[in-house]
């Protein structure tokens, strides 16, 4: 069974399901659980739901998992929204389904969903090229899925190898839907001709074929191993972070103009061994409508558990808004590496996968003047059945209610779950 892995298990030696905090104030916030995973026998219907969910104009949901499906190597779901609060499940696709998993394998980043409903994704592994290194897919609501790149194509995968980020288009940052025939903009954690992640552009061309171009490959002592999700501006520049690399080899934040030029906007951790700034960028970045870029860190900060960040690259100005693991016990959560969310009101949203009063993980909010706020600490009911280790970027429902996932717990166990947060 998939279980999605703490990247920065610095705390792994105290996970668990002990109480060691006051439980959080109910009246805060109200998670209903929608969804839990790994019902049927063998997971067919999937296990460990990765990278968040998309919604349609109708409330339906859409995500993928990790694991489980027909053929244990992950699946593309839709969590279809009935009158009266009730939710269907169904599952669209089981990767693997095709000979030496062409059609690919193992997805870790979100979907995209374009204004006919059409889905698109990328697995991390699987693909009929060289070293099945993952595919770019698109898959109709029908369940018929294309592929439009595989990775790794040629001998020493110059193209890119291992795509572990969503993927983006212009006016993603204003959260319109993809129109499906302009270019989709992704990375790849590694391959490259430095072997060190790619940056590319797909572009569909009018014989039903997509074209594939490496916009960047990345190479010390610049940027490398990208991160997390990336951001297009109405400009065409593409911003986006990194796990190493930078000039003191922590991670940076990196710009890639329309012309291809590459530009590093900041690297972490000007002064080590301290790193009161963060290390390790693994949330990618998040615009905002002043074209302000937030994220996180694995590591760093005051406590070295992490931090969240905002960029102005107007300005080049950094500023670290929040210190995981600054309350006791790390109430307020530890090891975020999913990717933050902006609501209308400038309010910064995510998860972590630890800490919390049940050290499980929480859902936290940051408000324009800085102050943090645990929403809910998961774990909350006894079994987990709640969820335990949200992960990926959370979104909204058509009232403004958060809708997220978690890795662990549920009803069924560690199969995770969907949730939905009222606060």
Not at 277 to 287: F, L
Not at 296 to 310: E, W
């Amino acid at each position: 069974m998939f279980v999605r892995k703490n990247r920065w298990a610095v705390v792994a030696a105290t996970l668990g399901l002990a109480l060691f905090g006051a439980a959080p104030d109910a009246s805060a916030a109200k998670l209903k659980t929608l969804y839990s995973f790994c019902p049927e026998g063998n997971c067919s219907n999937g296990t460990g739901p990765t990278g968040g969910l998309v919604r349609d104009g109708h409330g339906n949901l859409f995500g993928m998992t990790g694991g489980g499906g027909a053929n244990n190597r992950g699946a593309v779901f839709e969590l279809a929204r009935k009158t009266q609060g009730i939710w269907e499940y169904k599952t669209l696709y089981s990767f693997c389904s095709q000979r030496h998993c062409a059609d690919g394998a193992n997805p870790w980043a979100g979907l995209v969903l374009d204004t006919t409903g059409n889905l698109y994704g990328a697995t991390t592994v699987g693909g009929r090229a060289h070293g099945l290194a993952g595919v770019i897919f698109e898959l109709t609501r029908a369940g018929e899925s294309q592929l439009l790149h595989a990775f790794c194509s040629q001998k020493g995968c110059p193209d890119g190898k291992n795509p572990q980020i969503a993927l983006t288009y212009a006016g993603a940052s204003e959260g319109a839907l993809y129109d499906g025939t302009s270019p989709l903009y992704g990375a790849t954690k590694t391959g490259g001709s430095h072997k060190k992640g790619t940056v590319f552009k797909l572009e569909p061309q009018e014989d039903g074929t997509w074209t594939h171009t490496v916009l960047r490959s990345f190479s010390n002592p610049g940027p490398t191993y990208p991160s997390g999700r990336i951001a297009l501006d109405a400009e065409g520049n593409i911003y986006g972070a990194t796990l190493f690399g930078g000039e003191h080899n922590y991670g940076a934040i990196y710009e890639i103009t329309a012309a291809a030029k590459q530009k590093v906007l900041y690297s972490f951790c000007p002064l080590p061994p301290a790193c009161t700034d963060g290390r390790y960028a693994n949330g990618g970045v998040t615009m905002d409508a002043a074209h302000n870029l937030y994220s996180v860190t694995g590591l760093g900060g005051a406590q070295d558990q992490g931090v969240v960040y905002r960029f102005v690259p107007d300005s080049m100005s950094y500023a670290v808004l929040h210190d995981f693991c600054s309350q006791e016990q790390c109430a307020d959560g530890t090891n975020s590496g999913s990717g933050l969310t902006i609501d209308a009101n400038g309010n910064v949203l995510g998860v972590a996968e630890g800490g919390g009063a049940f050290n499980n993980g929480v859902v936290f909010q940051i408000d324009p003047a800085g102050n943090q706020k645990v929403l809910y600490s998961f774990c909350f009911e006894a079994g987990c059945t709640d969820g335990a280790a949200p992960s990926g970027e959370l979104g909204f429902d058509a009232s403004g209610n958060l809708i997220g996932t978690t890795s662990g717990g549920g009803a069924n166990g560690e199969g995770g779950t969907i949730f939905k947060l009222s606060h």
